[in-house]
């Protein structure tokens, strides 16, 4: 599947909405994430205080970003391990790659990272003379695909059982013939087994950096992290540099949220810290270690005053609880991060000209804020990016106009009235039991759902005459 | 990419932040203060355990169903644990027949009638490790990289069972998190610290979890009354 644009949004969208399996396939997982959420915060009355201190941590962290880097690269070369500093997602892959060649490396391990999306890694290695292969069950199956991740938790939520089987008998050594779910991921414990065992490099991204002893934390269920980093002689970590924490003491109340609000679950199975390279007489384990912290817009979104949206976990709640994303899906955003968070986040990591239509696709129902687990407030963080949008005039000439001429309108309040008034007898005529399905200059709407029929007068109308039978009764 | 390259990159991102914030303090004193003054809020922001004794609200933790694909048992020596691994082949129909982590503690217990040097590369296989600590919070157990802990013997079998000392129960994950800032102190932190809560699993095939995605599909945990 060819990777979707963030500028071609409304296409993307009408693609995504013919798509007639799509949002079942979407929903079928979100929905569930979305049950199981809110039974872990039921079941966490504490869940409130441990969200302020999240949110307390994140801040203060960013507050002293610089404070925290300088700490953690001190401590991380103590560990051992090589600290790389990139600007930008290219230099990242530069150096990534680089790495490898000098290692001579023919095969790669990597275990999910959306860090690694967003640089463009995926892309680099398969234009390389090195094979990548991607270790988490859900990157493995888009890997087969070619596709882009749809989601940062469940990358192939849009695959269905029946996309898995026929892609494991295509591509793996000893598939399976089964179509039990079970008997699938068999099928790919069998496949990626050798694979993790002969692999040259291991590439991980982090969920948290411990500043005060320059640890990188992975966080997975299936623990396909410690068998990417472990047998191979050399550990790339890429991570962002919002992923700063002070001390490990500081990641712990950060995932108590991650889990509960990305899958529902209370804890993952797997959290480990990497510490640098192997101790002389350790048992396993690479013997070098080499993380790459990436700017790629982070430093602007600071500058810009977006510091709120570098405390982002990357839990994925805000998708799995948008209406938006759960009709068209991860992919029709055009980019590695989709829904509310990707909203926010695209504008800085690419440009606000390329993906300002996506900060639009926001009913602003507020529900992304209600359940993130660091309170970024997100609909504030896109009506301000509407706002540069509009000042910047990025908006298409027809938007720029409807809205011109509706300020105007506001301004005036008996004309708008009475154009209130046409509107409504004017609509009145194409609705049929209740619904409009058709009506000129909105097909952009009656494309793929119908409006309401409106009531019988204006909004005024109705006020006037409710104060009027108020003060009448009095 | 070029150490020159790299001082670049690192400047352009510091003064990036400077330019940013750029009336922030950079007393190192106020920052730790601020920073400590964020974990005194801990004790209201986790869950209540199942139980005030940090064994109990483990095992209960396990029974009831909270971690996944995790059973477990409490045994008073050290020296019966031979007899429950034989009991857990039984009850898996597994040959008598597993990989042992080299410490001494369990090296020298009578393993008489188990084969205790299973290839781990091989799937199907059986792994028994030593776990530094477990936490109740989580139903966790804790291992440390080390000469006598290879990772892998905790990803590779598809059945494990793990070992707590009974002492080296912890309440919360805060107190692990105390552990490692000590043994950081004392410049003695291991490459790993993994924090092991069940299985393997994974949802990626339309949200079933299946066990054992890529290590273990089962995982048994015996609570040992320290001697």
């Keep these: 599947m060819q990777a979707n644009r963030p500028e071609d949004f409304s296409k993307n969208v009408s693609k995504a909405l013919a798509q007639p399996d799509l949002k079942k396939i979407i929903r079928r997982t979100t929905d569930k994430a979305e049950t199981k959420r809110a039974e872990a915060v039921a079941n966490f009355p504490e869940f409130e205080n441990a ?53 001579k490396a023919k095969k790669v391990t990597r275990s999910k990272s959306m860090l690694g999306e967003e640089i463009g890694l995926t892309h680099a290695f398969d234009n390389s003379e090195m094979e990548r292969i991607e270790t988490d069950l859900a990157e493995h199956i888009i890997q087969l695909a070619g596709d882009p991740p749809s989601h940062i938790v469940w990358p192939a939520m849009h695959r269905s059982r029946e996309d898995v089987v026929k892609l494991f008998r295509e591509f793996h050594t000893d598939p399976t013939y089964s179509e039990e779910i079970t008997d699938l991921v068999r099928s790919a414990r069998r496949d990626l087994r050798t694979k993790f065992l002969t692999s040259d490099i291991g590439i991980s991204g982090s969920n948290f950096l411990l500043a005060d002893s320059g640890s990188s934390c ?138 300002n239509k996506q900060t639009h696709a926001c009913t602003l ?13 997100l609909p504030k963080l896109l009506r301000s990016l509407r706002a540069q949008s509009w000042q910047k005039k990025y908006e298409p000439l027809t938007n720029r106009f409807v809205v ?52 019988s007068t204006t909004f005024m109308h109705q006020y006037k005459k409710m104060k009027k039978a108020k003060s009448g009764g009095a | 990419m070029n150490s020159q390259q790299n001082e670049q990159s690192r400047a352009k991102i510091f003064s990036a932040i400077k330019a940013a914030a750029p009336t922030v303090t950079m007393d190192v004193k106020t920052i730790q203060e601020e920073a400590l003054e964020i974990l005194k809020e801990s004790e209201f922001a986790r869950p209540k355990l199942l139980s005030e004794d940090a064994t109990q609200a483990l095992v209960l933790r396990i029974e009831a169903g909270l971690v996944i694909g995790t059973s477990c048992e409490k045994l008073s020596t050290l020296a019966d644990l031979p007899h429950s ?57 804790v291992v440390h990289s080390s000469a006598d802990m290879p990772i892998l013997l905790n990803f590779l079998p598809l059945y494990l069972i793990a070992v707590i000392p009974k002492s080296k129960i912890l309440h919360y994950m805060d107190d692990y998190a105390l552990i490692a800032n000590e043994i950081a102190k004392k410049a003695e932190t291991p490459r790993n610290m993994c924090l092991i809560s069940g299985v393997s699993g994974t949802t990626d095939i339309e949200g079933v979890l299946v066990q054992g995605a890529h290590g273990p599909e089962i995982l048994h945990l015996i609570i040992v009354e320290d001697q």
């Design chain 1, 51 to 103: 969200r302020s201190q999240g949110q307390k941590v994140k801040d203060h962290t960013i507050k002293y970003m610089d404070h925290y880097l300088a700490e953690f690269e001190k401590n991380a070369l103590a560990q051992g391990t090589v600290v790389h500093w990139a600007s930008t997602g290219e230099e990242a892959a530069k150096i990534v790659l680089d790495i490898c060649r000098q290692h």
């Design chain 1, 218 to 355: 992975t966080v997975t269920n299936e623990g396909n992290a410690e068998l990417t980093i472990t047998p191979p002689k050399v550990h790339i970590v890429t991570a962002g540099i919002e992923k700063l924490v002070p001390s490990m003491a500081h990641a712990v109340p950060l995932l108590r949220l991650l889990t509960r609000s990305a899958t529902g679950a209370e804890i993952t199975q797997y959290i480990t810290f990497h510490n640098g390279p192997k101790r002389p007489n350790d048992a396993d384990g690479p013997q070098e270690c080499h993380i790459v912290l990436v700017d790629n817009g982070r430093t602007k979104m600071l500058a810009e005053g977006m510091e709120e949206m570098l405390r982002c976990i990357r839990c994925g709640a805000c998708m799995n609880h948008c209406v938006v994303y759960k009709h068209i899906g991860g992919h029709a955003y055009g980019s590695v991060y989709p829904g509310p968070m990707g909203s926010v986040l695209t504008p800085h990591l690419n440009s606000l000209e390329v993906a």
């Design chain 1, 365 to 377: 129902n507020g529900r992304c804020e209600d359940v993130c687990p660091v309170n970024i407030p």
């Design chain 1, 404 to 455: 011109q001429s509706f300020a105007m309108m506001a301004k005036r309040p008996r004309l708008f009235q009475l154009l209130s008034s046409c509107g409504v007898i004017f609509m009145k005529v194409f609705s049929r039991k209740g619904w409009i399905k058709y009506m000129p200059f909105t097909s952009g709407w009656t494309r793929n759902r119908d409006l309401i029929e409106p009531e």
């Design chain 2, 85 to 141: 691994v034989k009991q857990f082949f039984g009850k898996h129909s597994l040959p008598h027949s597993l990989k042992v982590q080299g410490v001494e503690q369990l090296e020298k217990l009578n393993w008489q009638g188990i084969s205790t040097d299973s290839d781990i590369q091989q799937d199907n296989t059986v792994g028994l490790c030593w776990a530094e600590y477990g936490v109740a919070e989580t139903g966790s157990f």
